[in-house]
């Protein structure tokens, strides 16, 4: 704000032109201020209103996991993952609806400013785990002042922290057994084929476990499996997926038979009487 006085014409009509201008322009100031107070208040309502159903819903879902351990039921399991769902897709909006009210100023923050930021009496985890690699990009400004030319000299440094995702890629692995014949005795010579976790199957072990996690602990459909891997650059069809899957669980079946067997050789075993009872109705 410049402290120059402003020189007001002498003529009235003129006065009375300017006092008009300015309180047109209070009244739009006024009424931008009002619509964007109703903007935050619409906003607000929307976080209670989203608030008071994830807080309904956390109660219904502990509610059924209650009963799902008391009683094994495909419908309460199907109505938990429903709900869930629900949940996620609540607490999501929320989440936006919050970084509309309050902008993300703190994107560029060094690791000391964002350490003197205040931050929720409850203490949260890391993000990662201790050993996950690191890449570390350092921005040097030069040796030179860009102002005078001078020298510069380091007096420390900011540093701040993205997590990234390298995405993953398929390659093939093409294994060559040269063959060699004895000048001598003109046998043929080569080297064994290395194994394979399937005979005769083009997978690798790391493929067919990604595909075993895949499918029985992140319970994503082969279909999409197959979607995914024709993003990548691999059309592998859901059959060839099914095949794979068949015959990894057998691959497997020693492993995990040695696992049960050291698991009921405890003497306590944790699990939900109904499912220990279904599998060992002898027990």
């Not at 964007?36 to 309904?56: F, G, M, N, P």
């Not at 005078?148 to 420390?156: A, D, H, Q, S």
């Not at 004895?182 to 010579?189: A, L, P």
């Not at 069809?237 to 095949?243: C, D, E, Q, R």
Request: hydrophobic share 40%.
């Amino acid at each position: 704000m410049s402290d120059t006085p402003v020189i007001l014409p002498d003529d009235p009509a003129a006065l009375k032109a300017m006092i008009a201008h300015l309180q047109a322009e209070n009244a739009r100031i006024a009424a931008e201020h009002m619509r964007v107070q109703a903007d935050i208040e619409k906003i607000s309502a929307t976080l209670r209103a989203h608030e008071a159903l994830v807080q309904a819903l956390q109660i219904q879902i502990a509610r059924l996991k209650k009963q799902k351990f008391g009683a094994s039921s495909e419908r309460i399991e199907r109505e938990i993952e429903q709900l869930e769902l629900a949940l996620e897709h609540l607490e999501i909006a929320g989440a936006a609806a919050i970084s509309m009210i309050a902008p993300d100023d703190d994107a560029e923050l060094s690791t000391d400013e964002q350490a003197a930021m205040p931050s929720s009496p409850r203490r949260r985890k890391p993000l990662v785990a201790e050993g996950t690699p690191r890449e570390r990009i350092v921005l040097d400004p030069g040796n030179d002042c860009p102002e005078c030319g001078g020298t510069l000299r380091l007096i420390g440094e900011d540093v701040s922290e993205i997590l990234e995702l390298i995405s993953a890629k398929l390659k093939v692995i093409e294994t060559a057994r040269l063959k060699k014949s004895c000048r001598r005795c003109e046998r043929i010579t080569q080297m064994q084929a290395p194994s394979r976790p399937i005979p005769r199957s083009m997978v690798g072990p790391g493929l067919l476990a990604h595909v075993l996690v895949s499918k029985f602990d992140d319970h994503l459909p082969l279909y999409r499996q197959n979607e995914i891997f024709a993003r990548m650059g691999a059309n592998i069809p859901a059959s060839t997926l099914v095949v794979w899957c068949g015959q990894g669980v057998r691959v497997l079946t020693p492993l995990v038979e040695r696992i049960r067997a050291n698991i009921l050789a405890s003497d306590r075993l944790h699990a939900p009487s109904r499912a220990f009872a279904m599998q060992n109705p002898a027990g």
